[in-house]
């Protein structure tokens, strides 16, 4: 009887690729979507229901809200 030693892991042609990183979208899609900064300063929540997105935090606010009003029309709701 003749042993054999099998591979613990494939050789490198034959290991499957690494999954490219999935883009997550920030308006709602049926899901909750929420970024925001660690220290909750900055950030962004999509919700489903409403299909709304809320902006907070005043640096991200004046960075992008120029854009979000051409992209998504008037705000429904602001607060200053």
Do not use: K
Request: glycine share 8%; hydrophobic share 30%.
């Amino acid at each position: 009887m003749e042993s054999r030693r099998l591979p613990l892991r494939p050789p490198p042609h034959r290991r499957p690729r690494p999954a490219a990183p999935t883009r997550q979208g920030h308006l709602p899609n049926g899901d909750y979507y929420l970024h925001i900064t660690e220290d909750l300063r900055l950030g962004t929540f999509g919700h489903p229901w409403e299909q709304t997105l809320t902006v907070w935090g005043p640096t991200l606010l004046a960075a992008v809200e120029a854009d979000l009003a051409e992209l998504l029309g008037t705000p429904i709701r602001h607060r200053e």
